[in-house]
């Protein structure tokens, strides 16, 4: 098996820069939505200042600024009223009768047990990053079992291509338990090292290894095939449900925050809808207008939480698109034919 296989980390698989993905996904949510709000307050400073017309005739010439305040005010009460929507769409996948529930309960306990006999333990791990921890070591103690099986005096072939399969599990299972170690649910470092294993290139490398070369294996190099295979497969659907209780909790933290933000927001725009006036605080500040800071300030603070669902949105958006399939499947273009080039 030739190199030619999609990379394993999401950064090498990512064609942006890493500046564009570590904004997306590693920075700080509450810092992101700072930085939007001060990209907005700059901008409207250094739109003013770069406008023909003073500034001063611009805020003073009709009713811009009530017009303003009352688009912020309405747009606010729009979005929170949004947000509390989405909160009761989350919290409605959490209610059910108690069949549902109940059989909610059953197909995890289920998965649980499969998960420990697989494991080789009488209860698989309870904490997510331990538990997907778990099942990347696994995969590595399948792959050493299916070197160590293979006959050395095999076709040379196939001996390169096992040990490839096996150096690429071994070595992005190690990178991938080392994010995981030590992480707490709640933290994107959990599903971030969870799309650094990619499974579904190596199930599909798996799969084809045994359809393509079953007549050249022993029986115990395909019995461990096979095992591997299993483990790998158990994978997909453990990282699906951990990020879609990610979703959730990023979810039920972002109508929190809005919640909060919209009293400020709602604050300011209120404000300059009844008290605002441009002629109140005249002078400059470092050869900026007072009443442009103000104006400023104002469009910033009002859409302080839009910019925080932004914030939200973009990290959960991008997991959503990298990680659409489950299984053996390669939805991005990698430098290859149909076929995996062996």
Request: no cysteine; charged share 20%; glycine share 6%.
């Amino acid at each position: 098996m030739s190199d030619d296989g999609p990379s394993d980390t999401m950064r090498e698989r990512a064609a942006g820069s890493t500046a564009k993905l570590w904004l997306l996904l590693r920075a700080d949510r509450r810092l992101f939505a700072l930085g939007v709000v001060a990209f907005l307050f700059v901008g409207v400073v250094a739109g003013g200042l770069l406008h023909p017309t003073p500034v001063q005739l611009l805020i003073t010439d009709g009713d811009p600024m009530d017009t303003l305040a009352q688009a912020l005010v309405t747009s606010t009460i729009t979005g929170v009223t949004l947000v509390l929507t989405l909160s009761q769409l989350v919290l409605s996948q959490e209610q059910g009768a108690v069949g549902d529930q109940r059989g909610r309960m059953e197909d995890a306990m289920t998965f649980r047990t499969d998960v420990a006999a697989l494991l080789q333990r009488d209860v698989s791990p309870a904490e997510p990053s331990s538990f997907l921890g778990a099942l990347i070591g696994a995969t590595e103690r399948r792959a050493d079992e299916l070197e160590d099986a293979v006959d050395t005096s095999a076709d040379a072939a196939v001996v390169d291509r096992v040990t490839t399969l096996v150096d690429r599990i071994r070595e992005n299972g190690e990178q991938a338990r080392a994010g995981l170690d030590g992480a707490t649910f709640g933290e994107f470092e959990v599903i971030q090292s969870a799309l650094d294993y990619n499974y579904s290139w190596k199930l599909y490398a798996a799969r084809r290894l045994r359809a393509t070369h079953e007549d050249d294996l022993n029986e115990t190099a395909l019995d461990a095939l096979d095992s591997l295979v299993e483990t790998l497969e158990l994978f997909g659907p453990a990282r699906e449900h951990f990020k879609t209780l990610y979703f959730q909790w990023e979810l039920t933290s972002l109508s929190r925050l809005i919640l909060w933000v919209s009293l400020p927001s709602l604050l300011v725009s209120m404000w300059a809808l009844l008290f605002f006036d441009a002629n109140a605080v005249p002078g400059t500040l470092l050869g900026i207008p007072y009443s442009l800071l103000q104006v400023a300030a104002v469009v910033a603070l009002s859409l302080l939480p839009f910019a925080v669902l932004l914030a939200y949105i973009l990290r959960i958006v991008t997991v959503t698109k990298r990680t659409l399939s489950i299984g053996p499947f390669i939805l991005r273009e990698t430098d290859r034919d149909v076929e995996l080039d062996w």
